[in-house]
């Protein structure tokens, strides 16, 4: 079916100067906001910003997870600053060890990321009280207005903050690029910028200031930047409620920003601050798209990874112009001195959530897992780190014929983003629970303001059911035009002087490269056919994969070069600075770039990874040179040795110690909502199981994994709550090393797990709901991942 968007013609150009944001004067790369973009050195500038939780995850491992993230395209570490966490007694404010906000900004600033601190003092974060300590909530004042009485202590605390971060801020070359004020807080401009006043009086300086703006937020005119979100899932719906209408909206292209079902469970839907911010005056940045999800207790929600994939695709073609994510890189609460520090129905908050575990579901998990969201995201943002300057400034546009409501899965779901010349096409053909169908003798016609409509591709294609891509139009490369591509951009190299572009094939669509006849001198693509029709050539035919290289000779006299690797290749694709020049890796390990050193991290026995361009200096691991061969237009290195190698073992049982008892009589909180089973359940009625921990594991990098059924697990060492979980059908990994080693040793780790009564209201997801009613452990694995340091001698 041939589909049709008009692109409009060029809007004024964006509003500037008019907001009271001001980077610092000596800045040398001023960040400004436009009302439809960000800029920083007065270029277009689309940032990726990734929640971490510095007071959820070890100190030591805080620089390696950093550079994941930055090696998986995130620019910019958002992190709740949790009262909680650092004044649980109240005046004994600590930012030691896991809460040292100051070294976690400081090792931002060291990998070239920026840093949000989002210092509340309200959070939310599924935290107790939402970050407020107890103290302060006993306290006769009412929270999160201008009472004075509690403005007294949140002056203490911004002071404790800007403390932390003097000198971090932007006048003296620090990360901080924003700082965002309470969360969630939809009625009440003015505390808002009693708050924003606050902050700047005890020191604290950004750029941006930001707030969440979902809800109909009410936010004091100009003073703060709005920032948006949007998830596939929810936990803090009804368990029989379904997939929540507002999670659905998310796969669908539209220009409405708002969504009024996050913090529902707070602040009911039929509730809002007010009418939506301006935007006329704001560009459409986001805080928080759902890098995953949290689970309650009475609602257990599965995100895939193609719904993190597609959720971020379908926002940057809805007209998104700062992609944030949350969570980015999952943590562990810790346990509190006077309490547990997890939101719960104890506090009179709607939902129970692990005592323990926040992973979230993210792309980098709870220990460091990497996981395939991990993957799709990190190809999005490789688009965004070469074309985000491009992408930014132009406008989205909604084709002729749209979805008539959420309920229709029958019309194709499309976009263009142009700046009346060029622009880039994205299309979502994926959505969470009710698959969309695929899509038959496809065409699209973008019809151009300041440049010939486009047609393509030249033979209809079928759109994959679950397929989400972008494609390129009259996309310029080096003197090069490339009018359209069936392939995603992932970036551009220069390889000894020649400029290649990378594309990605789409599992199921051929590949088809169209070419301005106009800019093209001579041509060489040895796997694929060329014809020439008119002004234009096409290229069919292509394999993709390492060798489906297309060179160009343009007629100013550039050498270009098509590389369009296969999907799978694709995700596997990092990009970064190593000895001494930037370099697309493929490895289907994790891999980060630290100055002149690379990392890889896996568990393959002998680790394989391939660069463009090679390097001419050899590489080693260890001291020990790695071999070198061809792979397509890559160079592949391997090691001859397994020494350091890690793996997976095979399966092995964990020891019944004592059979589960009947299941917990069901309890409900606020709302009518389930809520967990209390402490006296895991000694009375859980199952028992005693693992065993082979000497010979290291403990650095080792995974327990567990195939397990039940309601609820909890892992003990001795009688100390170690790790958590909640039923969902999802293995439950615990990391060795955040076990006490002595106290491991003297009494060995237990899993107490809970069957779920059989009446019990609570949402788990179909293809778990069976795994419920018995409390087992299936078998368990050990699963070790190593580093290995590649240099170049």
Not at 334 to 355: I, W
Request: proline residues 9%; charged residues 20%; negative net charge.
């Amino acid at each position: 079916m041939p589909h049709l968007l008009r692109v409009p013609a060029r809007p004024a150009p964006p509003l500037t100067g008019h907001l009271p944001f001001a980077d610092a004067p000596a800045a040398p790369d001023p960040i400004e906001v436009t009302s439809r973009y960000l800029t920083r050195g007065g270029l277009p500038w689309f940032p990726v910003s990734g929640e971490f939780h510095y007071s959820r995850h070890p100190a030591r491992h805080w620089e390696e997870e950093l550079l994941k993230m930055k090696a998986g395209g995130v620019t910019v570490a958002a992190a709740y600053v949790i009262w909680i966490h650092h004044e649980e007694v109240e005046g004994r404010v600590r930012f030691d060890g896991d809460r040292d906000l100051r070294r976690f900004a400081e090792l931002c600033a060291r990998h070239g990321l920026g840093f949000i601190p989002r210092i509340g003092p309200w959070c939310h974060a599924e935290v107790r009280n939402g970050g407020l300590p107890d103290w302060l909530s006993a306290r006769a004042c009412t929270p999160r207005t201008d009472d004075p009485a509690y403005l007294e202590p949140v002056r203490g605390w911004f002071a404790a903050i800007a403390e932390q971060l003097r000198g971090l801020d932007r006048a003296h070359g620090g990360p901080i690029v924003a700082i965002q004020i309470e969360n969630e807080l939809y009625d009440q401009p003015g505390h808002l910028l009693t708050l924003k006043r606050m902050a700047q009086d005890a020191g604290l300086s950004a750029p941006l200031w930001t707030s969440t703006a979902w809800g109909g937020v009410q936010l004091p005119p100009d003073e703060l930047l709005p920032l948006y979100g949007g998830y596939t899932e929810a936990f803090w719906t009804e368990a029989d409620g379904g997939w929540p209408e507002t999670c659905r909206k998310h796969f669908f292209f539209t220009h409405q920003r708002d969504d009024e079902g996050i913090g529902a469970d707070l602040r009911p839907t039929t509730v809002r601050g007010g009418d939506p911010a301006p935007t006329d005056r704001f560009p459409w940045a986001t805080c928080e798209l759902g890098g995953g999800m949290a689970v309650a207790y009475h609602r257990r929600p599965r995100v895939e990874p193609d719904d993190v994939g597609a959720l971020g695709l379908t926002k940057i073609g809805c007209g998104s112009v700062w992609q944030g994510y949350y969570m980015f890189h999952g943590g562990t609460n810790p346990l509190g001195e006077l309490s547990t520090l997890q939101e719960s129905h104890a506090t009179d908050y709607p939902n129970d959530l692990p005592v323990l575990t926040y992973d979230f579901q993210a792309p980098l998990g709870e220990y460091g897992q990497v996981r395939p969201s991990y993957h799709e995201l990190r190809l999005q943002h490789l688009l965004l780190a070469d074309f985000g300057p491009l992408i930014a400034p132009m406008e989205s546009v909604l084709p002729e014929r749209q979805p008539s409501d959420q309920s229709d899965r029958e019309t194709l779901r499309w976009a263009v983003r142009s700046d009346g010349t060029a622009g880039f096409l994205f299309v979502n053909n994926h959505q969470p629970h009710e698959p969309l169908p695929a899509h038959p003798g496809t065409t699209f016609t973008v019809d151009l303001p300041d440049a010939p409509a486009l047609t393509f591709p030249s033979t209809p294609v079928t759109v994959p059911t679950g397929a989400y891509f972008c494609w390129p139009l009259r996309l310029e490369i080096a003197g090069l035009r490339l009018d359209w591509a069936t392939a995603q951009p992932v970036c551009t190299l220069d390889d000894s002087g020649r400029t290649v572009l990378v594309l990605a094939a789409i599992d199921g669509i051929a590949v088809e490269l169209a070419l301005d006849a106009d800019t093209v001198t001579s041509l060489d693509a040895p796997s694929g056919d060329v014809t020439q029709a008119d002004d234009r050539i096409l290229i069919t035919g292509l394999r993709p994969g390492t060798d489906a290289l297309v060179q160009v000779k343009t007629a100013d006299g550039h050498d270009v070069g098509l590389l369009v690797l296969d999907a799978a290749t694709a995700r596997t694709a990092y990009r970064g600075v190593a000895w001494g020049a930037e370099r697309l890796v493929l490895s289907p390990d994790s891999v980060v770039f630290d100055h002149e050193e690379l990392r890889v991290h896996g568990s393959a026995a002998r680790p394989s990874l391939a660069v463009l361009p090679g390097p001419r200096r050899p590489l080693t691991v260890a001291g020990a040179p790695l071999s070198a061969t061809a792979d397509g237009v890559f160079t592949r290195y391997t090691t001859g040795t397994d020494e350091g190698a890690g793996g997976q073992n095979t399966a092995r049982a964990a020891t019944l110690v004592r059979p589960a008892g009947p299941p917990p009589e069901t309890v409900t909180g606020p709302l009518g909502r389930a809520s967990a089973p209390s402490d006296q359940h895991f000694a009375t009625s859980a199952a028992e199981y005693r693992v065993d921990i082979p000497d010979e594991l290291p403990r650095e990098g080792t995974l327990l994994r567990i195939h397990w059924t039940g309601d609820v697990g909890r892992a003990y060492v001795g009688d100390a709550l170690v790790a958590d979980q909640f039923f969902s059908g999802r293995v439950w990994d615990i990391g060795l090393d955040r076990l006490p080693a002595d106290d491991l040793r003297a009494h060995g780790l237990r899993l107490r797990l809970l069957p779920q009564a059989a009446d019990a209201p609570v949402y788990v997801p179909e293809h778990a709901a069976d795994g419920t009613a018995t409390a087992a452990v299936r078998h368990i694995e050990w699963v070790t991942t190593h580093s290995w340091s590649v240099r170049a001698d």
